[in-house]
């Protein structure tokens, strides 16, 4: 059973992807510092944030709007690869991984989207403890 965010394989592969960006958008050109490596790491960072803030939330409603916000950031992530992919940013192999890894993050949100939409999560702790539930720490 998932107790916590961190558990969540989507998650997880979510932070390596921030991390695997900002190691590349290291090498973008210095004019884009405040341009597309700025939106690419934003971008990124939101996916798995959206994610744990969801799950914090303390509802199935709410932590499936976040999942979904979460989707939203990594759509616009993948249009920004594309314009760096475009722009010589990167070069074919870093961004076939790059994509390789939102397409698969994609697919696991979505799932996580449809099992929480449909209730099938009920006999697997996916859905955060009501905060009337969660331990205080002292």
């Known amino acids: 059973m998932i107790?916590?965010?961190k558990e969540l394989e989507v998650w997880k592969k979510?932070?390596?992807?921030?991390?695997?960006?900002?190691?590349?958008?290291?090498?973008?050109?210095?004019?884009?510092r405040f341009g597309l490596t700025s939106q690419i790491r934003r971008a990124s960072i939101s996916v798995p944030?959206?994610?744990?803030?969801?799950?914090?939330?303390?509802?199935?409603?709410?932590?499936?709007?976040?999942?979904?916000?979460?989707?939203?950031?990594?759509?616009?992530l993948e249009t920004h690869?594309?314009?760096a992919g475009n722009l010589?940013?990167?070069?074919s192999e870093k961004?076939?991984?790059?994509?390789s890894m939102?397409?698969?993050i994609e697919k696991m949100l979505n799932r996580l989207i449809a099992v929480l939409r449909n209730g099938k999560a009920k006999s697997v702790s996916l859905?955060?403890?009501?905060?009337?539930?969660?331990?205080?720490?002292a």
């Open 81 to 83: 690869l594309i314009i």
């Open 14 to 32: 979510s932070v390596a992807l921030t991390i695997e960006l900002y190691k590349l958008t290291g090498g973008f050109p210095v004019a884009e």
């Open 127 to 137: 859905v955060p403890y009501p905060v009337s539930r969660v331990p205080r720490v």
């Open 102 to 104: 939102v397409n698969e």
């Open 49 to 76: 944030a959206n994610i744990a803030e969801g799950w914090g939330r303390g509802s199935r409603g709410e932590y499936i709007q976040f999942l979904t916000v979460a989707r939203g950031s990594l759509m616009e």
């Open 3 to 5: 107790r916590d965010y």
């Open 88 to 91: 010589n940013f990167l070069d």
């Open 95 to 99: 961004s076939d991984r790059a994509m």
